[in-house]
């Protein structure tokens, strides 16, 4: 073929034919010796050269110092005559210097009759389109690169089957495989066994398909086989035509934050308990006060009519019944006080070794042939500080409670031993020494657990318990300056915990008697009682009248100060828990007004503020009139 040929295919090229309007790429032809043969519009927008600055000229000069060194222009031709077609991207040069990315295409060209007449070249400048894949390329490297420094969450992608696809740093951190180890593994060895049986992983990735993303806390596995609390999110991944290529899954290890969270709901617990108790204490304590009152003017006109009436069989016994009745209220009254920690006790040291021995006798005789009764007592116990009469009646309560929890019989252990920290852990100078009553009976569930030291709450059924055994032995060792504990579960027994302060005096600093006995002189004085309670104040003035003294009477704390400041007085009994003005506060109104008169303090409380055993002789409702008529004895020695 002649050059006449070629310029055919030129003109085809450059001057009016269809391959002209493709503006958009470089179209030329080129000998077969590589010279530039024809040159479209596109080609001179692309390279900056004009048809006549180019034609003639070798191909070569548009490809880069390097290529052309490497004789990539050749090598392009010979590909595409031995292959048919040449396609190829790289770095073309344009005629001011700058480079641009390129995508070419070369066809050799042939006659009819098979001879090589040149190559058909079409370029297109791909500039854009590669730094835009370039920029795109370095944000997933940069997306790579930060989703594998993250360590705190295990991000990781799985196929449609579950397999896990990639793996980063925080899903190794996390969950401890590397990740050759767990690459093409399903992600559901990450579940737990019960999880992996219940279908957990599978609903998992059906929830995210379906709404489009799956998020839950439970426990994960991990390699060693630990587990941890994770956070999890899965969300599908689709392709954009919308198919299902895959599942983004992000997990965070929260088993610090639930162990705080669980922590946090276990002290709002306590604190909640400790307000119910406290609100029950008080409760109670005001009713146990009132119940006082109202035995006071029972016990009180009993032992009176009882005195006054002539020995009647029929009418004796009766009297008799009502007293062990009110006696028994009277019982009642001091465990409920004894939870409201407003029972006076007597602390003193306790040899708690040898209290639970001198019980031993009475509990075996009370538990019957199908228990067997144990104790455990070390030689070298060191004093409790308690009240030792209350304290015998806890323990004694705490036996029978466990026998009462086991009716088919088992095993009761007493045992006590000296501890250096309190039941908190936290250290305490003096010590403690931790009583503790186990049995191997039914055992209490959480919820009954829970109420146990209520007041009233009891599980032996109607008639068969009062319900404050434990409120009692609780009120007793927290005004002692301890603690009461329960462990139990359903089927493994129970165990109640008393702790107590190591005593380090004899008997605690303010601790105030009760009145027991005292020599009365016999001599009448002239005795103000004072109480707002109209049924105490009449029962403690016809006490007082039998036993031959003169009786004024006042339902106030101002009334009593006025008939101090008309009548001459030898003696002031007078109520506690008056309104206005307190006894207490009276005590110290007739110090100042009229100092020396004696006074006693007739009340069931045992918080009482300090320097009430100074101010005034103590007397604890309910009581007899021998118990009155002793205080009064004393309140004289006192003054003498």
């Known amino acids: 073929m002649d050059r006449q040929d070629l310029g055919v295919i030129g003109g085809g090229v450059g001057g009016g034919g269809q391959l002209k309007d493709i503006a958009a790429c470089a179209i030329f032809m080129l000998d077969p010796e590589g010279k530039v043969a024809t040159w479209n519009a596109g080609a001179r927008r692309f390279g900056g050269y004009e048809a006549s600055e180019v034609i003639g000229q070798s191909h070569a000069r548009f490809f880069t110092p390097e290529d052309q060194a490497a004789g990539v222009p050749a090598a392009a031709r010979r590909a595409a005559l031995a292959e048919?077609?040449?396609?190829?991207?790289?770095?073309?040069?344009?005629?001011?210097?700058?480079?641009?990315?390129?995508?070419?295409?070369?066809?050799?060209?042939?006659?009819?009759?098979?001879?090589?007449?040149?190559?058909?070249?079409?370029?297109?400048?791909?500039?854009?389109?590669?730094?835009?894949?370039?920029?795109?390329?370095?944000?997933?490297?940069?997306?790579?690169?930060?989703?594998?420094?993250?360590?705190?969450?295990?991000?990781?992608?799985?196929?449609?089957?579950?397999?896990?696809?990639?793996?980063?740093?925080?899903?190794?951190?996390?969950?401890?495989?590397?990740?050759?180890?767990?690459?093409?593994?399903?992600?559901?060895?990450?579940?737990?066994?019960?999880?992996?049986?219940?279908?957990?992983?599978?609903?998992?990735?059906?929830?995210?398909?379906?709404?489009?993303?799956?998020?839950?806390?439970?426990?994960?596995?991990?390699?060693?086989?630990?587990?941890?609390?994770?956070?999890?999110?899965?969300?599908?991944?689709?392709?954009?035509?919308?198919?299902?290529?895959?599942?983004?899954?992000?997990?965070?290890?929260?088993?610090?934050?639930?162990?705080?969270?669980?922590?946090?709901?276990?002290?709002?617990?306590?604190?909640?308990?400790?307000?119910?108790?406290?609100?029950?204490?008080?409760?109670?304590?005001?009713?146990?006060?009132?119940?006082?009152?109202?035995?006071?003017?029972?016990?009180?006109?009993?032992?009176?009519?009882?005195?006054?009436?002539?020995?009647?069989?029929?009418?004796?016994?009766?009297?008799?019944?009502?007293?062990?009745?009110?006696?028994?209220?009277?019982?009642?009254?001091?465990?409920?006080?004894?939870?409201a920690r407003k029972q006076a006790l007597e602390l003193r040291a306790v040899d708690v070794g040898a209290l639970v021995i001198g019980l031993t006798g009475l509990i075996e005789r009370s538990l019957g042939p199908s228990y067997r009764f144990e104790t455990h007592l070390p030689r070298d116990l060191p004093p409790a500080l308690a009240d030792a009469n209350q304290l015998e009646t806890a323990i004694v309560n705490l036996a029978l409670n466990a026998r009462d929890a086991m009716p088919e019989g088992g095993v009761i252990v007493i045992e006590a031993r000296r501890e250096a920290a309190g039941p908190d852990r936290a250290a305490s100078p003096g010590g403690f020494v931790r009583i503790q009553v186990k049995d191997t009976g039914e055992g209490m569930d959480e919820a009954t657990l829970a109420r146990a030291t209520e007041p009233f709450f009891t599980t032996k059924g109607i008639g068969k318990g009062t319900g404050l055994g434990l409120s009692m032995a609780h009120g007793i060792a927290e005004?002692?300056?301890?603690?009461?504990?329960?462990?139990?579960?359903?089927?493994?027994?129970?165990?109640?915990?008393?702790?107590?302060?190591?005593?380090?005096?004899?008997?605690?600093?303010?601790?105030?008697?009760?009145?027991?006995?005292?020599?009365?002189?016999?001599?009448?004085?002239?005795?103000?009682?004072?109480?707002?309670?109209?049924?105490?104040?009449?029962?403690?003035?016809?006490?007082?009248?039998?036993?031959?003294?003169?009786?004024?009477?006042?339902?106030?704390?101002?009334?009593?100060?006025?008939?101090?400041?008309?009548?001459?007085?030898?003696?002031?009994?007078?109520?506690?828990?008056?309104?206005?003005?307190?006894?207490?506060?009276?005590?110290?109104?007739?110090?100042?007004?009229?100092?020396?008169?004696?006074?006693i303090l007739a009340t069931g409380f045992a918080e009482l503020p300090a320097g009430v055993s100074a101010a005034a002789i103590r007397l604890s409702k309910p009581y007899l009139q021998s118990d009155l008529a002793a205080a009064i004895s004393l309140a004289q020695f006192s003054v003498r």
């Not at 109670?284 to 109202?294: I, K, P, S």
């Not at 029972?298 to 009519?305: C, D, H, N």
């Open 84 to 339: 048919g077609r040449y396609e190829g991207e790289g770095w073309r040069v344009r005629k001011d210097g700058s480079r641009y990315w390129a995508h070419a295409v070369i066809e050799p060209v042939h006659t009819p009759s098979g001879t090589l007449i040149g190559f058909a070249i079409v370029t297109r400048d791909l500039s854009q389109r590669r730094a835009a894949a370039e920029t795109l390329r370095r944000t997933e490297e940069q997306f790579r690169l930060l989703v594998q420094g993250v360590t705190d969450y295990a991000i990781y992608m799985i196929d449609p089957a579950g397999r896990v696809t990639n793996w980063n740093a925080g899903a190794e951190r996390i969950k401890g495989y590397r990740a050759e180890e767990i690459i093409g593994d399903n992600f559901s060895r990450f579940y737990t066994a019960e999880d992996r049986a219940a279908g957990a992983p599978e609903v998992a990735l059906r929830t995210a398909r379906c709404e489009g993303r799956f998020e839950k806390e439970g426990w994960r596995v991990r390699k060693d086989g630990t587990r941890f609390w994770a956070h999890v999110v899965i969300d599908p991944i689709r392709d954009d035509d919308g198919e299902l290529i895959g599942f983004a899954k992000i997990t965070q290890d929260i088993t610090e934050r639930k162990d705080a969270q669980e922590a946090l709901e276990q002290t709002r617990l306590a604190l909640f308990q400790s307000q119910k108790l406290d609100a029950i204490g008080q409760l109670t304590g005001g009713v146990a006060h009132d119940f006082n009152n109202l035995l006071m003017a029972i016990i009180g006109s009993l032992e009176l009519a009882r005195k006054r009436l002539p020995d009647d069989p029929r009418i004796t016994p009766l009297l008799d019944n009502a007293m062990l009745g009110a006696e028994r209220g009277a019982a009642l009254t001091q465990r409920m006080l004894a939870f």
């Open 479 to 599: 005004q002692s300056g301890g603690r009461l504990i329960i462990h139990s579960r359903p089927g493994e027994g129970t165990i109640v915990e008393i702790w107590l302060p190591q005593a380090r005096e004899d008997k605690a600093p303010g601790a105030v008697s009760k009145v027991a006995s005292a020599d009365p002189t016999g001599q009448p004085l002239t005795v103000l009682a004072v109480d707002d309670d109209s049924l105490v104040l009449i029962n403690a003035a016809f006490m007082l009248e039998d036993l031959g003294h003169r009786v004024l009477t006042a339902i106030s704390a101002s009334e009593a100060l006025g008939i101090l400041d008309r009548e001459s007085v030898d003696l002031v009994v007078t109520d506690f828990a008056m309104p206005k003005v307190n006894g207490l506060q009276l005590v110290e109104k007739i110090a100042q007004k009229h100092p020396g008169l004696p006074v």
